[in-house]
DNA sequence: CCGGTTCGCGGGAGCGCTCCCACGATGACG
DNA sequence: CGTCATCGTGGGAGCGCTCCCGCGAACCGG
């Protein structure tokens, strides 16, 4: 296995230059720099990060902790992510918290990142106190996405505000008894409760009436969705509307009033927020959040953070909030007219 | 930052006995290694996986590439696989092919992973002769998942049967006119030839015609699936049932046909692949795949290939097909009775 | 009682880089 | 013409581990 040792005896300079050379950084004449690359292309020469990171403190890898690869919207992220890491050079280390329960505790716990990575990227959870202290101790850069963590770099969209235009659509429409879909989901995630207090607050400030057994669960799961859906459309106060907290609960819903024979958007209104791939395709009016383009900015984000410089040239935490649109499709409409 | 040096000064003993006793190595007491253990959890020592990595040779860590991250299929063989692999130690790094059409190149070539990674797993793809010249350069154990590479570790499902079972249900229930919708899809991946010629085999086998026609282009994804549906379905002579290589793009023709006012499976039969998680949701007949599974079996083969004693105690790659199994949903019935 | 194992442990040489410091050569400047 | 930066380069000490080898003590059988 050739090393740079290998390169610098066969030009007959020191590892050094070869080193800088290959890095590419300054101090060292082109003529020099042109040679070594050759010189290194021609024996193969592969460099390895291991040794490097050893040497220098910094690995050029990143961590991304995901609650579920499995979901669209995360795998979306981690897309996003991963692009523009690579780009920069940097490895994507991936941790996945579905399946065994202890998985979250572990990856936080025991320092397993501190010698691994240069920054972590944590998507939609929200941290616990002690999460925030393993990670403070850590003493890299981390970026959230999709939660608000305050003092924390963070890229997401406002929630809150995000409930509100999609439970005003329906308000604006016409409806008066508009039901929840939400739920905390499984892992401790940050989205639901900003959805929900948007939701009331948008109720509130209708002047329409809160009533508690039209706010029910749907595990933030597509089979969630149908169950509350169900539960939901199949009394006789039903609601003329229903804002489910996310696209695949949304879509859950849908598919739960078609059973129960009610048609779209005429007898029963449907909202989501995600603009999920499908949310096209079941013609689900929805507010659309940039996806891919959180996970790209949370990386950069983290990039710019381990840039050179970065430490002293008076880096500090960014919060950037992402704007969404409402895609106003087909599944809503004025109420029934009674 | 406390390393193994750390510990073995406060426990007035060499380096080699904390580093045997933290790996769990034999040759020392049990009640040195408790002592280690102990002292070591007390100052908050933390491996260097680095360091360990470039003393060893050994970086516990596992590449794995995918074509599409967020497609539903890939993220749960990732999820199979890191699962599998957290539970045996080891990282797993992320290359994400889509996006940039370099990006498939960039991974193999350069021999980037070469003293990046202890094992690959290559999720979907045909690797090309070159490729597999790369792979073998590396000289590490190696898994293709969902493609059938002679001579290497493969975990995959028999794709040939699984279209033969798909089209022979259609056969079964009186279908003659079959179509199917495949095709190349983006990266070169294995699948569709293979079920190509399982669909093409049944329909001599049963001695129905080959209408070229009947065969066409659905890029493996759900909009692709709408477009194939139309086309077939929008015309005279529309076959009675659609066999599609894939269960997204069948949930693309089940669209194209409520679009076109025709009702499944009375007017059309359509079936699909993978069993996908909304394959039940539309009600689609489709062959079932064990997904996340494959994932963990091919985590599992690289662990035992990585497993001390492995090199010389006769290893040799291991080719495990996994069983499909017809599920029949509402999607399918016997043709139209015209 | 003695030679040979076995066991537990220590010493220390790397692994392949990075980075600090030193050094000579060159050019600018008063 | 001497002085002092500046530039390109070399030397070499680590980074934090692993692993080979060696050593003494305990143990065991004849």
Redesign the interface.
Known sequence: ?TGIKDVARELEMSTATVSRALRGLPGVSDETRQRVQRTAKQL?Y??????A??ASGR?R?VA?VVP?????FF??V??GA??VL?EGGY??????L???GA?RHRVFE???L???VDAVLVLSLQPTDDELTRLTALGRPVTFVGADVPGWSTVRIDDEAAACTATGHLVELGHRRIAYVGGPGELDVTAPNAREAGYRGTLRSAGLAHDPSLEVDGGFT?PGGIDAGRRLLDRPDRPTAIFAASDEMAIGVL?AARELGLRVPHDVSVVGIDDH??AG?FDLTTVAQPVVEQGRLAARLVLDALAPGAAKGGWHPAQVILPTTLLARGSTGPPPTA
Do not use: C, H, I
């Open positions: 296995m193969g592969v460099p390895s990060p291991g040794a990171g050893l690995t890898t991304v579920f690869v499995t979901r669209w795998a979306s981690v897309q991963e692009e690579r490895d994507l280390l991936l941790y996945n579905a399946g065994s998985a025991g320092g397993r501190t010698k691994r597509l598919r791939e499908l395709f």
